[in-house]
């Protein structure tokens, strides 16, 4: 049921998807056949899901991680955000030290941004009663506009004119590519993160405790768990794997911290976080086919003449019916059992 669902799921947002291509004039199978190949058809469509995957993979943790908790926080976009201006400012504050040691401070600093950021929901939820899910999004908002305050105020490039942008990276501090593949090595952290944390969630006291906490705070504060900071931390840990995401896409790809920094990452790693049922070892496979199906924008406008959103009207499809798949589920699932009875 835990699988089967989500694949329904997915299953019925694609036929929901077929019929808005046909509302649209278009054919809906060489659309699919348009995100197979853009996505996952040659080896370079491959390396470019990859590479997208990569922050997904790393904004979708900063879900799942508060979500076994039982809090629903959807402001990664303004962790990734955040992380990507720390890594960016302090590799420009760094100058011309160890190229190692700069790249670990960045990488520090991404992940202290947004590991605080995301932190901060986690306690106005705790010592305040704050709704998680509509501050973590309102501090989002607050977070891109700090950023584009930053980027085109005080730390402006003053040669970035057309595109403002914070200073460019000294070329021996940017951080490479995984040997064979065109793609950065935050995919590689997303991956050992995801290892990780499923390792940590499953099988570690700290683990059971989040379970505990978000099975019934009351019962957890009666057990003696120290509710609050499990709270923070955990929110803590996911806004640091958002902030991580920020961190790589400076620090390996753009060279700097500027506005195509904030492309939709942190809201697709929502999606990926439902659809995996929140758990960190089915966040791979599942970011890597949204990675792929936004791969394929770019050929479905050039070949069907189509809005390169045309891929972010699927992804909404999607959430809805992920959303509603659950209630669903269970009405159908209380109607046999009456039945049944």
């Known amino acids: ?31 699919y056949a348009l995100i197979w190949r853009g996505g996952f058809g040659s080896g370079f469509a491959w390396q470019n899901t990859l590479s997208r995957a990569s922050p997904i993979i790393l904004t979708a ?36 030290g160890s190229p190692v040691a700069t790249q670990a401070l960045m990488l520090i600093a991404s992940m202290a941004a947004g ?20 501050s973590s999004l309102l501090l989002a908002y607050i977070a891109i506009a700090l950023f584009n305050h930053l980027v085109e105020g005080p730390f402006k490039d003053p040669g970035s004119l057309n595109k403002p942008s914070t200073r460019p990276l000294d070329a021996a501090v940017m951080i490479g590519s995984i040997p064979g593949l065109d793609v950065h090595w935050g995919l590689a952290a997303g991956v050992v993160l ?36 499990a ?29 195509s920094l904030i492309v939709g990452y942190g809201y697709t790693g929502i999606l990926v976080a439902f659809v995996a049922r929140h758990q960190p070892l089915a966040i791979l496979p599942v970011a890597l086919l949204f990675g792929g199906i936004g791969a394929s924008s770019g050929l479905l406008q050039r070949r069907l003449d189509l809005p390169d959103a045309t891929v972010l009207v699927l992804q909404g499809v999607a959430f809805l019916v992920i959303l509603a798949a659950d209630p669903v589920a269970e009405i159908v699932g209380n109607r046999l059992r009456r039945s049944a009875a």
């Open 1 to 31: 049921m835990r699988l089967g669902l989500p694949v329904a799921s997915l299953v019925v947002a694609g036929l929901l998807f077929g019929l808005f291509i046909l509302a649209v004039g278009r054919d809906p199978l060489a659309v």
């Open 61 to 96: 943790l900063a879900v799942a991680i508060p979500a076994r908790m039982g809090l629903i926080q959807i402001g990664g976009e303004g962790a990734l955000a955040l992380g990507g201006l720390a890594a960016s400012l302090t590799g420009i504050a760094a100058g011309s």
């Open 115 to 134: 590991g605080a950021w995301i932190a901060a929901v986690g306690a106005l939820k705790h010592y305040r009663g704050v709704n998680e899910t509509i």
């Open 194 to 229: 995801c290892l990780l944390a499923g390792f940590v969630l499953k099988h570690t006291r700290y683990g059971f405790a989040l379970d505990t906490i978000g099975a019934n705070p009351r019962v957890a504060l009666l057990a003696g768990l120290p509710v609050g900071p």
């Open 231 to 259: 709270i923070v931390a955990g929110c803590f840990a996911g806004g640091a794997a958002a902030g991580l995401a920020g961190g790589f896409e400076v620090a390996a790809v753009n060279g700097n911290a500027n506005t």
